[in-house]
């Protein structure tokens, strides 16, 4: 996703290097465009990364221009109608400070602002709110009123069933949309922000709104809840630290790129895992449906070497607090979205590609959303599932046994003849 030019790339003289193309991204680098062809430079003079979507935001007066509301269009219905029908979900953003994350997140308040922010929500409904931020690998609260000169640090578990969380974290029951952006401001307000060389008020720690929404629902009549999740996740810069510009950001920047270099590592691992997967599916179908197809053993999967080809990488989730508490969004139960926001200057051409590499790893990535209803009701329904399976084979073995005693045995014709 493109976006102007800041003062700070205006002042260096920043040129336009990235173009949308439909649902594809190119990138130019001026430096390999400006020498003549042949010169010895085997790097590729445009970059192009294809994703689901791609926005083009430099020009608010170009044809192409995407807003907010195109973007929500696009992606916040679909993350409503998830959330809707019991899918945990989290959109989270990538990319260079200045670049838009914030922005693309969370928007403006008079994005907000409408009729129907003051009505309440319906009876059956019930939503909770939390905001915490990750800062230097420690959590801390962004809704929680305390002593500044107290170290609030929380920390994460991991239950059995309903994976990481982190304890202590409160949790804010609204009831009309107006509460949900006020309690979003006030979490806003308390982010850690600095100057960088980059933005004069650059967040220096990852951001997590979640919004816990529950149904009440009849089914099968008998009462039952869907409970799902939505995770706005806002990434610090990826940008590395200038050294230069501010000794006390080098602690930060260093766990900021801890923290992203994981996400990094884990994002590559799952779309290595769920890539042989995939191909280890295809040469499986491929081998029983062919036959005899010249595939060798080792492959198709008749070889007990195979088991170590199959062996998933081992995902260090844990390696960052980050990455713990998204596991369940990375490679787990939820439907994910991931905006890589970017810069269209040439003098942010290597985070730029960094940035869109990244966003192309992340498409590989293949979750196991399911619905998240609940337990009794489930157990219920697939206990009246099976009683009706097991009446329907029984009634079937019924008919078949009067069948054959109609036909099969001399009994009956008797009992006519004698009739």
């Not at 990826?238 to 920047?253: L, N």
């Not at 491929?286 to 080792?298: E, R």
């Amino acid at each position: 996703m493109g976006l102007g030019l800041v003062s700070r790339e205006t002042k260096e003289g920043g040129r336009i290097i990235v173009e949308v193309d439909g649902k594809v991204a190119k990138i130019r680098n001026l430096k390999v465009d400006n020498r003549p062809d042949g010169f010895g430079d085997s790097r590729e003079k445009v970059v192009a990364f294809g994703f689901d979507y791609c926005y083009w935001s430099v020009n608010p007066e170009d044809p192409q221009y995407a807003s907010q509301d195109v973007v929500f269009q696009d992606l916040g219905t679909e993350v409503l109608s998830g959330a809707a029908k019991g899918y945990n979900i989290c959109l989270f953003a990538y990319g260079q400070t200045g670049s838009g994350k914030t922005y693309t997140m969370l928007g403006t308040p008079g994005l907000f602002i409408r009729e129907k922010d003051y009505a309440p929500l319906p009876s059956s409904c019930r939503i909770k709110i939390s905001f915490l931020e990750i800062y230097n690998e420690r959590v801390r609260d962004l809704l929680k009123q305390s002593d500044q000169k107290k170290s609030y640090t929380l920390r994460v578990r991991e239950h059995p069933e309903m994976g990481p969380y982190v304890q202590g974290l409160s949790q804010h029951v609204v009831t009309n949309y107006k509460q949900v952006i006020q309690l979003l401001e006030e979490g806003i307000a308390n982010r850690i922000t600095a100057a960088t060389h980059v933005h004069e008020a650059s967040s220096r720690s990852h951001a997590i709104f979640t919004i816990y929404y529950t149904q009440a629902i009849l089914e099968n009549n008998l009462p039952s809840e869907i409970a799902s999740k939505i995770n706005l996740v806002d990434l610090a810069g990826s940008e590395r630290a200038d050294p230069s510009y501010c000794k006390d950001r080098i602690t930060e920047g260093a766990n900021i790129n801890k923290s992203l270099v994981t996400l990094g590592i884990v994002i590559s691992t799952l779309a290595q895992n769920s890539q042989a997967f995939s191909s280890c599916q295809s040469l499986n179908s491929a081998a029983s449906d062919g036959g005899d197809s010249g595939i060798p053993s080792s492959l198709s999967g008749t070889s007990s070497g195979v088991g170590s080809s199959r062996r998933q990488s081992y995902i260090p989730y844990r390696d960052s607090v980050l990455t713990w508490l998204l596991k369940d969004s990375l490679g787990g139960n939820s439907k994910t979205i991931m905006v890589a926001t970017v810069s269209p200057a040439h003098t942010c051409y290597s985070e730029t590609m960094s940035t869109l590499r990244y966003a192309s790893n992340a498409k590989h990535i293949i979750n196991k959303p399911r619905v998240n209803e609940d337990a009794n009701i489930k157990l219920i329904r697939e206990l009246r599932e099976e009683i009706g399976r097991l009446k329907a084979m029984l009634l079937s073995f019924e008919l078949v046994f009067w069948h054959s005693e109609l036909f099969c045995s001399p009994k009956p014709a008797f009992l006519l003849h004698k009739i």
